[in-house]
Protein backbone atom coordinates (compact mmCIF):
# COMPACT_ATOMS: atom_id res chain seq x y z
CA UNK A 1 0.00 0.00 0.00
CA UNK A 2 2.87 2.66 0.97
CA UNK A 3 4.36 1.87 -2.36
CA UNK A 4 1.45 2.70 -4.29
CA UNK A 5 1.01 5.40 -2.17
CA UNK A 6 4.39 6.15 -3.49
CA UNK A 7 3.87 6.14 -7.26
CA UNK A 8 1.15 8.07 -7.18
CA UNK A 9 2.70 10.77 -5.34
CA UNK A 10 4.87 11.51 -8.02
CA UNK A 11 1.76 12.46 -10.73
CA UNK A 12 1.28 16.22 -8.29
CA UNK A 13 4.39 16.45 -7.53
CA UNK A 14 6.01 16.42 -10.70
CA UNK A 15 2.86 18.58 -11.67
CA UNK A 16 3.41 21.13 -9.12
CA UNK A 17 7.49 21.25 -9.80
CA UNK A 18 6.83 21.73 -13.72
CA UNK A 19 5.05 24.70 -12.25
CA UNK A 20 6.77 26.28 -10.45
CA UNK A 21 9.94 25.94 -13.06
CA UNK A 22 7.53 27.76 -15.28
CA UNK A 23 7.15 30.41 -12.61
CA UNK A 24 10.88 31.09 -11.92
CA UNK A 25 11.33 31.07 -16.08
CA UNK A 26 8.59 33.37 -16.43
CA UNK A 27 9.80 35.71 -13.21
CA UNK A 28 13.32 35.34 -14.67
CA UNK A 29 12.24 36.50 -18.33
CA UNK A 30 9.68 39.36 -17.16
CA UNK A 31 11.96 40.94 -14.59
CA UNK A 32 15.02 40.84 -17.90
CA UNK A 33 12.55 41.94 -20.34
CA UNK A 34 11.29 44.78 -17.99
CA UNK A 35 14.51 46.06 -16.78
CA UNK A 36 16.48 45.54 -20.39
CA UNK A 37 13.88 46.33 -22.64
CA UNK A 38 11.03 47.93 -21.12
CA UNK A 39 8.70 45.29 -22.13
CA UNK A 40 7.41 43.33 -19.51
CA UNK A 41 5.56 39.98 -19.80
CA UNK A 42 1.49 41.51 -19.66
CA UNK A 43 -0.03 38.40 -18.33
CA UNK A 44 2.83 37.94 -15.88
CA UNK A 45 0.77 38.64 -13.00
CA UNK A 46 -1.93 36.17 -14.32
CA UNK A 47 0.64 33.41 -14.83
CA UNK A 48 1.63 33.37 -11.32
CA UNK A 49 -1.57 33.51 -10.08
CA UNK A 50 -2.70 30.61 -11.99
CA UNK A 51 0.80 28.55 -11.18
CA UNK A 52 1.09 29.25 -7.67
CA UNK A 53 -2.39 27.67 -7.22
CA UNK A 54 -1.15 25.02 -9.31
CA UNK A 55 1.89 24.36 -6.70
CA UNK A 56 0.09 24.85 -3.80
CA UNK A 57 -2.33 22.19 -4.61
CA UNK A 58 -1.18 19.97 -6.40
CA UNK A 59 1.19 19.19 -3.51
CA UNK A 60 -1.75 19.36 -0.92
CA UNK A 61 -2.78 16.22 -1.45
CA UNK A 62 0.70 14.45 -1.17
CA UNK A 63 1.85 16.59 1.89
CA UNK A 64 -1.13 15.79 4.08
CA UNK A 65 -0.75 12.31 2.91
CA UNK A 66 2.49 12.18 4.41
CA UNK A 67 1.54 14.38 7.39
CA UNK A 68 4.65 16.69 6.54
CA UNK A 69 2.20 20.08 7.24
CA UNK A 70 4.25 22.53 9.61
CA UNK A 71 3.39 21.50 13.26
CA UNK A 72 4.63 23.26 16.64
CA UNK A 73 5.03 21.06 19.31
CA UNK A 74 4.76 22.82 22.24
CA UNK A 75 2.56 20.53 24.08
CA UNK A 76 4.14 16.81 22.91
CA UNK A 77 5.77 16.59 26.55
CA UNK A 78 2.46 16.64 28.24
CA UNK A 79 0.84 13.31 25.80
CA UNK A 80 2.29 9.69 26.47
CA UNK A 81 2.40 7.70 23.01
CA UNK A 82 -1.39 6.57 23.63
CA UNK A 83 -2.81 9.84 23.73
CA UNK A 84 -0.61 11.32 20.86
CA UNK A 85 -1.66 8.93 18.40
CA UNK A 86 -5.06 9.41 19.31
CA UNK A 87 -4.97 13.18 19.28
CA UNK A 88 -3.20 13.29 15.89
CA UNK A 89 -5.61 10.92 14.37
CA UNK A 90 -8.53 13.24 15.52
CA UNK A 91 -6.78 15.99 14.27
CA UNK A 92 -6.42 14.53 10.76
CA UNK A 93 -9.87 13.37 10.86
CA UNK A 94 -11.23 16.25 11.67
CA UNK A 95 -9.60 18.89 9.35
CA UNK A 96 -10.48 16.15 6.59
CA UNK A 97 -14.28 16.48 7.70
CA UNK A 98 -13.79 20.51 8.05
CA UNK A 99 -11.90 20.46 4.50
CA UNK A 100 -15.05 18.80 2.93
CA UNK A 101 -17.11 22.33 3.31
CA UNK A 102 -14.50 24.58 1.50
CA UNK A 103 -13.88 21.78 -1.21
CA UNK A 104 -17.82 21.68 -2.09
CA UNK A 105 -17.71 25.37 -2.00
CA UNK A 106 -15.05 25.62 -4.70
CA UNK A 107 -17.23 23.46 -6.58
CA UNK A 108 -19.62 26.20 -6.66
CA UNK A 109 -17.96 28.87 -7.44
CA UNK A 110 -16.24 26.44 -10.26
CA UNK A 111 -19.92 25.53 -11.55
CA UNK A 112 -20.87 29.23 -11.49
CA UNK A 113 -18.02 30.27 -13.18
CA UNK A 114 -18.50 27.66 -16.02
CA UNK A 115 -21.81 28.76 -16.51
CA UNK A 116 -21.39 32.92 -16.73
CA UNK A 117 -17.87 31.74 -18.88
CA UNK A 118 -15.82 33.80 -16.75
CA UNK A 119 -12.39 34.18 -18.30
CA UNK A 120 -9.23 35.43 -17.45
CA UNK A 121 -7.87 39.10 -18.19
CA UNK A 122 -4.96 38.38 -20.69
CA UNK A 123 -4.95 35.30 -22.05
CA UNK A 124 -8.50 34.07 -21.61
CA UNK A 125 -8.50 31.06 -19.88
CA UNK A 126 -11.78 29.82 -18.33
CA UNK A 127 -11.79 30.39 -15.11
CA UNK A 128 -13.63 27.08 -14.20
CA UNK A 129 -10.70 25.05 -15.32
CA UNK A 130 -8.44 26.59 -12.66
CA UNK A 131 -11.29 26.30 -9.69
CA UNK A 132 -12.36 22.62 -10.66
CA UNK A 133 -8.41 21.28 -10.27
CA UNK A 134 -8.68 23.23 -6.97
CA UNK A 135 -11.83 21.67 -6.03
CA UNK A 136 -10.43 18.11 -7.11
CA UNK A 137 -7.50 18.61 -5.60
CA UNK A 138 -9.34 19.72 -1.87
CA UNK A 139 -11.58 16.68 -2.02
CA UNK A 140 -8.70 14.38 -2.62
CA UNK A 141 -6.95 16.16 0.41
CA UNK A 142 -10.15 15.86 2.48
CA UNK A 143 -10.26 12.25 1.21
CA UNK A 144 -6.75 11.70 2.20
CA UNK A 145 -6.41 13.45 5.91
CA UNK A 146 -10.02 11.11 6.90
CA UNK A 147 -8.04 8.06 5.62
CA UNK A 148 -5.26 8.94 7.32
CA UNK A 149 -6.96 10.29 10.39
CA UNK A 150 -8.66 6.47 10.77
CA UNK A 151 -5.58 4.48 10.12
CA UNK A 152 -3.76 6.91 12.92
CA UNK A 153 -5.95 5.39 15.34
CA UNK A 154 -6.40 2.05 13.95
CA UNK A 155 -3.11 1.00 13.65
CA UNK A 156 -0.57 3.95 15.07
CA UNK A 157 1.14 6.51 13.56
CA UNK A 158 2.19 7.09 10.45
CA UNK A 159 5.02 8.91 10.64
CA UNK A 160 8.18 8.11 8.63
CA UNK A 161 11.05 8.57 10.95
Same mark, same amino acid.
Given at each position: #?????? /????????? +???ALFL #?? @??????? &????????? %??? +???? !? /?? *???? &???????? @??????????????? =????? #?? /?????IIAL? @???????????? !??? +????????? *? !?? =? *?? $???? =????? %???? !????? $????????? %???????? /??
Open positions: #MLLLSS /RLAIIPLAV +ASA #MM @CMTFADV &VLRSSFDAP %IEA +ATEL !T /RI *LMAI &VVFSSLPV @CSGRGEHISVDLFDG =YFNNA #MA /RMRDGL @CGIMLLWPAQRV !TVL +AQRAADYGD *L !TE =Y *LQ $IPQS =YIAWG %IAVA !TFATA $IILIIRGVA %ILIWGNLQ /RD
